[in-house]
C-alpha cells in the first residue's frame, strides 16, 4: 500500500526548533519530490516547501513565509523526509503533511498525502 | 507570486445538483492545475491533474476545464458523499491553493 505517515509534532514554545519526520511505504521513494503542506486549525491549504529527487539535485523550495526557518531534508535509505523549523512563530500552528509531488524537476499534482501531525507554537 | 482566487466560498446545493466551482489565477499557469477534495479531519484527495485529466479512481461525475488564468470544477450530478470542501491548486510556479469552497447541503 502506498502510505506516507508523519510524525513529530507537539507543542513547542514560540522561538524554539521542531523536527517533522514523514516516512514512506509501497512506492520508490527515491524517485520523487516530496513535499509538505499545511492547515492551520479552520483554515485552507498553505504549501511549505518541496525537495527534489536526488535524479535533480535534491535541491528545495520554499514558500516565502518559511525560507530562511525552515528546512527540507531526505534520507532515500530510510525513506524518510523532514522538515526542520526553527525560530517558530505562533503563526506556525497548524497540521503539516507531506504529500508525494511528482518525478521531475517541477512539482506535479499531489497524489499521495499523509495524516498530518499536529504543531502548537504557544507559551 | 501567483495568487488563486476560488468562488463561490460556500456553495448550498442539494443531492443531483449539477455544481460548478471557479478557480482564477492571478497570471497565466497555462493547465498546471488541480483540484482537491477535503473532508472534515481527513487529507485531502487528488480530483483531477492538468486542469482536466481525472485522478484514477475518481467518479466521472467529476470534470475541470480551462486554460491559462479561468479554470473550473464541475460536478455534474451531486452525491451525499461529495459533500466536502474543494480546493483548486497551481503548480505551474511552485505552489499556490485557493481559499477552498466548502459544498454544503441545502
Known amino acids: 500500500e502506498v502510505q506516507l505517515v508523519e510524525s513529530g509534532g507537539g507543542l513547542v514554545q514560540p522561538g524554539r526548533s521542531l523536527r517533522l519526520s514523514c516516512t514512506a511505504s509501497?512506492?520508490?521513494?527515491?524517485?520523487?519530490?516530496m513535499t509538505w503542506v499545511r492547515q492551520a486549525p479552520g483554515k485552507g491549504l498553505q504549501w511549505v516547501g518541496f525537495i527534489r529527487s536526488k535524479a535533480y539535485g535534491g535541491t528545495t523550495e520554499y514558500a516565502a513565509s518559511v525560507k530562511g526557518r525552515f528546512t527540507i531534508a531526505r534520507d532515500d535509505s530510510q525513506r524518510i523526509a523532514y522538515l526542520q523549523m526553527n525560530s517558530l512563530k505562533t503563526d506556525d500552528t497548524a497540521v503539516y503533511s507531506c504529500t508525494r509531488a511528482g518525478d521531475g524537476y517541477n512539482l506535479a499534482a499531489f497524489d499521495i498525502w499523509g495524516q498530518g501531525t499536529m504543531v502548537t507554537v504557544s507559551s | 507570486d501567483i495568487q488563486m482566487t476560488q468562488s463561490p466560498s460556500t456553495l448550498s446545493a442539494s443531492v443531483g445538483d449539477r455544481v460548478t466551482i471557479t478557480c482564477r489565477a492571478s497570471?497565466?499557469?497555462?493547465?498546471?492545475l488541480a483540484w482537491y477534495q477535503q473532508k472534515p479531519g481527513k487529507a485531502p484527495k487528488l480530483l483531477l491533474y492538468?486542469?482536466?485529466s481525472l485522478e484514477s479512481g475518481v467518479p466521472s461525475r467529476f470534470s475541470g476545464s480551462g486554460s491559462g488564468t479561468e479554470f473550473t470544477l464541475t460536478i455534474s450530478s451531486l452525491q451525499p458523499d461529495d459533500f466536502a470542501t474543494y480546493y483548486c491548486q497551481q503548480y505551474n510556479s511552485y505552489c499556490t491553493f485557493g481559499q477552498g469552497t466548502k459544498v454544503e447541503i441545502k
Open positions: 497570471q497565466s499557469i497555462g493547465t498546471w
Open positions: 492538468k486542469a482536466s
Open positions: 509501497g512506492f520508490t521513494f527515491g524517485d520523487y519530490s
